[in-house]
């Protein structure tokens, strides 16, 4: 989330665009949050739910071949219903996840604090994080409506569709971490109190691509 409208006061010399600006942010910054639980609702009972829909289905199904949930949805039957509620919270995510970028975008350090060169990083890394947070959103519609056991062509897109989903979010989360870092000296400067602070949503960051680099490489090897 961005730090929006807690990091500094606002001054009495602050044009009144700006608190304008930021008073808006403060009223607006709960649609985003409420999107990203509304994902969450929706894509961790449709995951559980093609799970156990396939067991229940398929209670012979060989036991050593692992159950992911390519395999879970490749019934139809749990496909069909999965590709509809996956498209949806992509639906939903895209535009919370944009609010977010926007808030970010909105609330970022002034160039004469954060300095050129910088601020120009800075601005190139939002931009990236746009286009890396719309394939990620791309591949949920794709692995949801192409699956296994279809045709060739389905399996393909599927598996494109699954790789794009995971790097795209992955990469737009490392890429939050490193502008995080790098705002953290202009932040200090403007003398943050964000109850999260910078420094603290990019560690948290690089933790979450730690465990999705670490997943990875788990189920490669398992």
Do not use: N
Request: charge should be positive; proline fraction near 5%.
């Amino acid at each position: 989330m961005s730090a929006t409208t807690r990091d500094r006061p606002i001054s009495p010399a602050e044009p009144a665009a700006s608190c304008l600006r930021r008073a808006i942010l403060r009223r607006l910054s709960w649609l985003p949050v409420a999107g990203i639980v509304a994902v969450s609702a929706i894509v961790v009972p449709a995951v559980v739910g093609a799970r156990v829909g396939f067991h229940l289905r398929h209670p012979d199904a060989d036991p050593s071949i692992y159950l992911t949930i390519s395999r879970a949805i490749s019934d139809p039957v749990i496909g069909e219903p999965f590709a509809f509620w996956v498209t949806l919270a992509a639906l939903i995510l895209w535009p919370s996840t944009h609010a977010i970028l926007w808030m970010l975008s909105a609330e970022h350090p002034s160039r004469a604090v954060l300095g050129a060169t910088r601020d120009h990083l800075c601005r190139l890394l939002l931009a990236v994080m746009s286009v890396a947070m719309t394939a990620t959103c791309v591949g949920m519609v794709m692995l949801g409506r192409h699956r296994l056991g279809g045709s060739a062509e389905d399996h393909h897109l599927h598996m494109l569709g699954s790789y794009v989903f995971f790097a795209g979010q992955a990469t737009t989360i490392l890429l939050a971490a490193i502008y995080h870092s790098a705002i953290v000296p202009a932040r200090r400067a403007l003398g943050e109190t964000a109850i999260v602070s910078a420094r603290s949503r990019a560690r948290l960051g690089y933790a979450v691509v730690g465990a999705a680099v670490l997943y990875g490489v788990v189920f490669h090897v398992k």
